[in-house]
């Protein structure tokens, strides 16, 4: 029997990055419930990453956390690894934890690690809203993501839309390259929370809509204040429950919420701040609909449990939510506050009572593909060996 391949992942804190959390939970579940015995995750974090957060990773059949210096956020081998062509902290825990391939996201660890590597390019944001990065943080991705290409890596992308993005912007990549779309089915104990129960202990009225992003300036939340300020001027006064942590300085958030005082909005827009998974499952199943104002994604992890639960969506007309939900739902265009404002208006009037949503039948399968498609890659990057560096400049 083939032993496992033992995958090494670097770990995402919830607090900095709730759907990047999600993303690596989701897989690792799915991976046990539709791939048992394939793969084998090694999970690194830093020394003072969340303990509880790790916990609920190690908690999942197939994972093992290793925590190391070598990862934590303040500790950088990007020098080693473009200079001397190998991050040798990073390398060193790979060899001690007997990694067989790693899998490579928002950190490059050189030309010259002697391992298989897929790299994850969840989207390109820097890209296509280049006016929301500082220069130091443009380069940095950018950097980062031409020495994955020109190192040779297996690339992969969450969705059709990245992959067309990837092509434009790098056109003489010659990479491996493959569409691993994300797909979400809770585990039992994340749906235990009594989601009336949590209605209640956010105090929010029975009819309400429900938006869960983080506060980063590309999440638009400055639209939905812009379509709720419509409503109030019209008498209407939709509830919005908003989740999801603050910008790291707070900016964009301070200025949101300024806002929504200095409109009147307190009543509207109702803040619950960072709250448990089980929280954010057992509010997404009783709301009137997911609410994602989003100017970019590369493939949305709040629209794919809405998908899960069968939840209504009032969504921007990304090109990639239109791929997710295959036009089905209802769209607005980034700027246009009147549109979102209609969308809300409409749902209200249809208002009716609301039985708290289970699973979809249309979960298992999403989820068993997202699974397959993830193992089939990261086997065919396995079966090509280490990367060799690539002759074609990464760019235009």
């Not at 709730?18 to 974090?45: D, I, S, T």
């Not at 490579?104 to 994850?120: D, S, Y």
């Not at 039948?361 to 396995?382: H, L, N, Q």
């Amino acid at each position: 029997m083939t032993p496992p391949l033992r995958v090494s992942f670097i770990f995402i804190p919830r607090r900095l990055h709730a759907g990047g959390f999600n993303y690596l939970r989701n897989l690792f579940v799915a991976l046990h419930r539709y791939r048992p015995g394939e793969l084998e995750a090694v999970v690194f974090a830093g020394l003072s990453d969340d303990d509880n957060d790790l916990a609920s990773f190690a908690r999942i059949p197939g994972v093992e956390v290793v925590k190391r210096r070598a990862f934590e956020r303040d500790h950088s081998g990007l020098t080693s690894a473009l200079v001397a062509g190998i991050d040798y902290a990073a390398a060193a825990a790979f060899d001690e934890a007997r990694v067989d391939v790693v899998f490579e996201h928002a950190r490059f660890f050189g030309w010259r690690l002697p391992l298989p590597i897929v790299a994850w390019f969840p989207d390109l944001q820097h890209r296509s809203l280049p006016h929301l990065f500082s220069k130091a943080a443009w380069w940095r991705r950018e950097i980062g993501f031409r020495a994955q290409l020109a190192s040779g890596r297996s690339i992969i992308l969450s969705s059709e839309s990245a992959l067309n993005d990837c092509k434009r912007y790098y056109p003489r990549a010659r990479n491996q390259m493959s569409v691993v779309k994300f797909a979400s089915r809770p585990t039992d104990d994340l749906l235990a929370a009594n989601p009336s129960e949590v209605i209640r202990l956010y105090e929010l009225p029975e009819q309400y809509f429900y938006l869960p992003n983080q506060f980063w300036r590309h999440k638009n939340h400055q639209l939905v204040l812009d379509a709720l300020t419509i409503l109030a001027g019209r008498g209407i006064k939709p509830v919005v429950a908003v989740s999801g942590g603050p910008d790291e300085p707070p900016a964009y958030f301070d200025s949101i919420m300024q806002q929504v005082e200095k409109r009147g909005l307190q009543e509207n827009f109702r803040y619950l701040g960072m709250i448990p998974l089980a929280h954010v499952y057992a509010l997404l199943r009783s709301c009137r609909a997911l609410i994602n104002p989003s100017r970019f994604e590369g493939w949305s992890t709040t629209v794919e449990e809405a998908k899960s639960f069968e939840v209504p969506m009032i969504i921007s007309n990304l090109d990639v939510h239109l791929e997710q939900t295959n036009g089905t739902e209802s769209y607005f265009d980034v700027d246009d506050a009147g549109a979102l404002a209609a969308h809300l208006a409409e749902a209200v009037a249809k208002a009716g009572p609301l039985l708290p949503r289970d699973l979809g039948p249309s979960v298992e399968g999403r989820v068993a593909k997202f699974a397959a498609d993830f193992t089939d890659a990261i086997k065919r990057a396995a079966a090509r060996g280490s990367p060799r560096p690539g002759q074609m400049p990464a760019g235009r």
